[in-house]
Protein backbone atom coordinates (compact mmCIF):
# COMPACT_ATOMS: atom_id res chain seq x y z
CA UNK A 1 0.00 0.00 0.00
CA UNK A 2 1.39 3.65 -0.93
CA UNK A 3 2.16 5.79 1.75
CA UNK A 4 -0.17 8.12 2.50
CA UNK A 5 1.68 11.39 2.01
CA UNK A 6 0.98 13.85 5.15
CA UNK A 7 4.86 15.98 5.26
CA UNK A 8 4.88 19.27 3.68
CA UNK A 9 8.76 20.02 2.15
CA UNK A 10 8.91 22.96 4.75
CA UNK A 11 7.84 20.62 7.70
CA UNK A 12 10.58 18.20 6.53
CA UNK A 13 13.38 20.81 6.27
CA UNK A 14 12.07 21.57 10.08
CA UNK A 15 12.22 18.09 11.42
CA UNK A 16 15.56 17.63 9.76
CA UNK A 17 16.63 20.65 11.68
CA UNK A 18 15.47 18.74 15.29
CA UNK A 19 17.27 15.39 14.19
CA UNK A 20 20.38 17.34 13.08
CA UNK A 21 20.42 19.03 16.68
CA UNK A 22 19.70 15.49 18.39
CA UNK A 23 22.73 13.88 16.49
CA UNK A 24 24.57 17.17 17.67
CA UNK A 25 22.81 16.68 21.56
CA UNK A 26 24.10 13.37 21.61
CA UNK A 27 27.51 13.66 20.31
CA UNK A 28 28.08 16.37 22.78
CA UNK A 29 26.03 15.71 26.09
CA UNK A 30 26.70 12.72 28.41
CA UNK A 31 23.86 13.82 30.77
CA UNK A 32 20.78 11.00 30.61
CA UNK A 33 18.42 13.77 32.17
CA UNK A 34 19.44 16.10 29.36
CA UNK A 35 19.13 13.71 26.34
CA UNK A 36 16.09 12.56 27.58
CA UNK A 37 14.71 16.55 27.39
CA UNK A 38 16.01 16.99 24.42
CA UNK A 39 14.64 14.43 22.86
CA UNK A 40 11.01 14.92 24.69
CA UNK A 41 11.23 18.53 22.93
CA UNK A 42 12.05 16.92 19.26
CA UNK A 43 8.94 14.89 19.68
CA UNK A 44 7.03 17.61 21.10
CA UNK A 45 8.10 20.07 18.62
CA UNK A 46 8.36 17.68 15.47
CA UNK A 47 4.23 16.54 16.18
CA UNK A 48 3.39 20.23 17.17
CA UNK A 49 4.11 20.80 13.18
CA UNK A 50 0.48 19.23 12.19
CA UNK A 51 -2.42 20.41 12.87
CA UNK A 52 -3.75 16.58 13.65
CA UNK A 53 -2.16 13.27 13.26
CA UNK A 54 -3.47 9.97 13.20
CA UNK A 55 -2.03 7.18 15.88
CA UNK A 56 -0.11 5.78 12.65
CA UNK A 57 1.78 9.36 12.10
CA UNK A 58 2.01 10.05 15.20
CA UNK A 59 4.07 6.60 15.57
CA UNK A 60 6.23 7.45 12.58
CA UNK A 61 6.86 10.72 14.04
CA UNK A 62 8.21 9.21 17.50
CA UNK A 63 10.90 7.05 16.10
CA UNK A 64 12.65 10.47 15.86
CA UNK A 65 14.33 9.60 19.38
CA UNK A 66 15.86 6.43 17.66
CA UNK A 67 18.13 9.08 16.27
CA UNK A 68 21.38 8.90 17.86
CA UNK A 69 23.82 9.69 15.26
CA UNK A 70 24.68 10.30 11.42
CA UNK A 71 23.43 6.76 10.36
CA UNK A 72 20.25 6.75 12.43
CA UNK A 73 19.84 10.11 11.23
CA UNK A 74 19.99 9.18 7.50
CA UNK A 75 17.83 6.21 8.22
CA UNK A 76 14.93 8.15 9.73
CA UNK A 77 14.97 10.37 7.18
CA UNK A 78 15.13 8.54 4.67
CA UNK A 79 12.12 6.63 6.34
CA UNK A 80 9.98 9.76 6.09
CA UNK A 81 11.08 11.25 2.88
CA UNK A 82 8.76 8.45 1.54
CA UNK A 83 5.61 10.70 3.64
CA UNK A 84 6.45 13.83 1.46
CA UNK A 85 3.91 15.66 -0.46
CA UNK A 86 5.28 16.56 -3.67
CA UNK A 87 4.95 19.64 -5.84
CA UNK A 88 2.64 19.81 -8.03
CA UNK A 89 4.17 18.52 -11.30
CA UNK A 90 5.00 21.38 -13.64
CA UNK A 91 4.63 21.41 -17.50
CA UNK A 92 5.43 24.09 -20.00
CA UNK A 93 1.75 24.33 -20.74
CA UNK A 94 0.53 24.84 -16.91
CA UNK A 95 4.12 27.68 -16.74
CA UNK A 96 2.25 29.25 -20.13
CA UNK A 97 -1.04 29.68 -18.10
CA UNK A 98 0.39 31.21 -15.05
CA UNK A 99 3.04 33.48 -16.99
CA UNK A 100 0.58 34.69 -19.97
CA UNK A 101 2.82 37.83 -20.52
CA UNK A 102 5.74 35.82 -21.62
CA UNK A 103 5.95 34.28 -25.08
CA UNK A 104 7.10 30.64 -24.70
CA UNK A 105 7.87 29.39 -21.17
CA UNK A 106 10.31 26.92 -20.91
CA UNK A 107 10.81 24.23 -17.83
CA UNK A 108 14.84 24.16 -16.67
CA UNK A 109 16.59 21.46 -18.44
CA UNK A 110 17.50 19.91 -15.45
CA UNK A 111 15.27 17.13 -13.70
CA UNK A 112 13.28 18.57 -10.55
CA UNK A 113 12.91 17.19 -7.66
CA UNK A 114 9.26 17.79 -6.78
CA UNK A 115 9.18 16.14 -3.10
CA UNK A 116 11.85 18.98 -2.06
CA UNK A 117 10.48 21.85 -3.14
CA UNK A 118 7.84 24.47 -2.02
CA UNK A 119 8.26 26.89 -4.46
CA UNK A 120 9.60 26.48 -8.41
CA UNK A 121 12.28 29.19 -9.29
CA UNK A 122 13.76 29.55 -12.59
CA UNK A 123 16.27 32.22 -13.83
CA UNK A 124 16.44 33.10 -17.51
CA UNK A 125 20.53 34.61 -17.43
CA UNK A 126 20.03 36.31 -20.77
CA UNK A 127 17.20 38.51 -19.20
CA UNK A 128 18.15 38.48 -15.46
CA UNK A 129 14.19 37.73 -15.00
CA UNK A 130 13.32 35.09 -12.48
CA UNK A 131 10.30 33.43 -12.74
CA UNK A 132 8.23 31.72 -9.59
CA UNK A 133 5.83 29.63 -8.60
CA UNK A 134 5.16 29.92 -5.37
CA UNK A 135 1.95 29.45 -2.66
CA UNK A 136 -0.12 31.66 -1.12
CA UNK A 137 -2.95 31.47 1.18
CA UNK A 138 -5.22 31.74 -1.97
CA UNK A 139 -3.27 29.02 -4.11
CA UNK A 140 -0.39 28.74 -7.14
CA UNK A 141 0.40 32.16 -8.19
CA UNK A 142 3.38 32.95 -11.13
CA UNK A 143 5.88 35.52 -10.12
CA UNK A 144 7.92 37.57 -12.43
CA UNK A 145 10.84 39.87 -11.48
CA UNK A 146 14.41 40.60 -12.47
CA UNK A 147 17.74 39.49 -10.10
CA UNK A 148 20.06 40.78 -9.36
CA UNK A 149 23.08 39.34 -7.77
CA UNK A 150 25.04 40.76 -4.34
CA UNK A 151 28.73 40.70 -3.65
CA UNK A 152 27.70 40.46 0.03
CA UNK A 153 26.05 37.49 1.92
CA UNK A 154 22.52 38.83 3.09
CA UNK A 155 19.45 37.20 4.95
CA UNK A 156 17.15 35.16 2.62
CA UNK A 157 13.56 36.44 3.14
CA UNK A 158 12.36 32.84 2.40
CA UNK A 159 14.63 30.63 4.52
CA UNK A 160 16.15 33.29 6.58
CA UNK A 161 20.01 32.15 6.64
CA UNK A 162 22.77 34.15 5.53
CA UNK A 163 23.58 33.28 2.03
CA UNK A 164 24.72 34.62 -1.02
CA UNK A 165 21.53 36.39 -2.46
CA UNK A 166 20.08 38.32 -5.19
CA UNK A 167 17.58 41.46 -5.19
CA UNK A 168 14.53 39.69 -6.41
CA UNK A 169 12.48 43.07 -7.66
CA UNK A 170 9.19 43.13 -9.43
CA UNK A 171 7.32 45.75 -11.03
CA UNK A 172 3.35 46.11 -9.76
CA UNK A 173 1.15 48.90 -11.17
CA UNK A 174 0.82 51.73 -8.98
CA UNK A 175 -2.55 53.41 -7.98
CA UNK A 176 -2.11 56.10 -10.87
CA UNK A 177 -2.68 55.29 -14.08
CA UNK A 178 0.85 54.39 -16.10
CA UNK A 179 3.05 54.21 -12.95
CA UNK A 180 4.39 51.57 -11.05
CA UNK A 181 5.74 50.51 -8.06
CA UNK A 182 8.85 48.63 -7.84
CA UNK A 183 9.64 46.42 -4.43
CA UNK A 184 12.52 43.69 -3.44
CA UNK A 185 13.87 41.50 -1.54
CA UNK A 186 16.95 39.41 -0.99
CA UNK A 187 16.07 36.22 -1.51
CA UNK A 188 18.78 32.81 -1.95
CA UNK A 189 20.71 32.98 -5.04
CA UNK A 190 20.22 29.00 -5.32
CA UNK A 191 16.54 28.85 -5.01
CA UNK A 192 17.40 24.52 -4.71
CA UNK A 193 19.28 25.37 -1.97
CA UNK A 194 16.75 27.79 -0.09
CA UNK A 195 13.66 25.13 -0.71
CA UNK A 196 16.02 22.50 1.21
CA UNK A 197 16.70 25.27 4.41
CA UNK A 198 13.06 27.06 4.40
CA UNK A 199 11.32 26.16 7.75
CA UNK A 200 7.93 27.73 7.02
CA UNK A 201 5.77 28.39 4.31
CA UNK A 202 4.64 31.32 6.45
CA UNK A 203 7.85 32.80 5.35
CA UNK A 204 6.90 32.20 1.37
CA UNK A 205 3.42 33.82 2.22
CA UNK A 206 5.25 37.07 3.37
CA UNK A 207 7.86 36.93 0.79
CA UNK A 208 5.09 37.64 -1.73
CA UNK A 209 2.95 39.74 0.05
CA UNK A 210 6.65 42.12 0.32
CA UNK A 211 6.51 41.87 -3.49
CA UNK A 212 3.34 41.68 -5.06
ZN1 LIG B 1 16.73 31.20 1.09
Known amino acids: ?47 DLFAGVTAAQRNLL ?3 VNVVDKETAEQYLVEIEAYII ?18 KMKLPKESLNYNRM ?4 YDDFGTKKRYMVVPTR ?14 TKQICAICNRLTPVCMFMTKTKGNIAG ?12 TEDCNHHLLSLEKVYDFVDNVK
Open 118 to 121: SFFS
Open 1 to 47: MKNEQFIRNDQFNFIKRQVLQLVNGHATVNDQQVIGAIESLSIEKTV
Open 62 to 64: NQI
Open 179 to 190: TYTKKGNYICRD
Open 86 to 103: PFKELSEQKLQKLFPKVK
Open 138 to 151: KGMIGLTGTFDETK
